[in-house]
């Protein structure tokens, strides 16, 4: 007798399928060399051929896995969905780290049921480091086979990650930022790919991570990772249509949002 596994789970299986096939993918193509294909909302916003071919292949797969679901990727045409669920996709997230041969890049492969904070699977995986980290709503956040959990509180601050968005104009605001949450800190990264500090949060790699102005499919899986692995993540809507996303563990992320909400 075969015994139907949860939705959420069956999904979580093609998403690590899906994403091992496109890391293989992003690798090779790294390994023969980047071709920049454009330039997107600023100079410093770019695509490359790999982004679009990789993305290209996870749209085919999931067309032909699961027909009807909807599709919200960085790098092509939004599809509505029938089903009720949308995958939510970036082909390569960090992008310059891939251009410029840094390994923290990644394919970010969310399916969403409703809100995009309300994804059921994801999977991140990180092709140059072998790394895949993985949840299913209710059934925990995993790199490969070990269960993750976000840090408890230190007195020595929180290890803190953020990213700057490509737009020139935002940075001094951006800093701004940065002098505020110091005093909570014991350093800070920025590793330039937006769901690998989420699932280095879910690892407690990282204490807590923030960052302004990220888009759907930069933090859909990372999020379902940090919340399964029993952290709190929020978003606060900005002047701009895209949010600013807090992450940590749950007594962390109440102090990151004293903190981070006076700067909206
Ligand atoms: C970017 C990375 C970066 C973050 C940017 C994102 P991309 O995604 O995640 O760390 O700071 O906001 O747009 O362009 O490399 O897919
Ligand atoms: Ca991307």
Redesign the pocket.
């Known amino acids: 007798m075969t015994v139907d596994l949860p939705i959420a789970v069956q999904l979580q299986e093609l998403a690590v399928d899906i994403a091992r096939e496109a890391g293989a993918l992003a690798r090779e193509r790294r390994a023969a060399g980047v071709a920049l294909a454009a330039t997107k909302t600023t100079l410093a916003?770019i695509v490359t051929e790999a982004d679009r071919e990789v993305e290209a292949l996870i749209r085919s797969r999931l067309d032909a896995e699961r027909p009807g679901d909807g599709f919200l990727g960085?790098e092509s045409e939004a599809a509505q969905s029938s089903t009720g669920i949308t995958w939510v996709v970036?082909p390569?997230?960090?992008?310059?780290n891939y251009a410029y041969g840094i390994p923290s890049y990644n394919v970010s492969i969310a399916a969403v049921q409703g809100e995009v904070d309300e994804a059921l699977a994801a999977a991140v995986y990180a092709p140059a480091l072998d790394e895949l980290f993985t949840a299913a709503r209710g059934g925990g956040a995993w790199l490969g086979d070990q269960r993750l959990a976000v840090t408890a509180e230190n007195p020595a601050g929180a290890l803190l990650a953020t990213?700057?968005?490509?737009d020139p104009a935002t940075h001094d605001g951006d800093l701004a930022t940065v002098r505020r949450v110091m005093p909570l800190a014991r350093d800070l990264r920025r590793?330039?790919?937006?769901?690998l500090?989420l699932a280095y949060v879910a690892a407690g790699r990282l204490d807590g991570y923030f960052?302004r102005?990220?888009?759907p499919w930069?933090f859909a899986a990372g999020g379902l990772l940090v919340r399964e692995a029993g952290g709190v993540v929020s978003r606060v809507d900005t002047a701009s249509d895209r949010p600013m996303i807090i992450a940590a563990g749950p007594a962390l992320h109440e102090r990151l949002s004293e903190v981070l909400h006076k700067e909206i």
Do not use: N
């Open positions: 916003d960085e970036d390569i997230d960090g992008t310059v990213g700057f968005g490509y590793m330039g790919a937006a769901a500090d960052e102005g990220l888009a930069d």
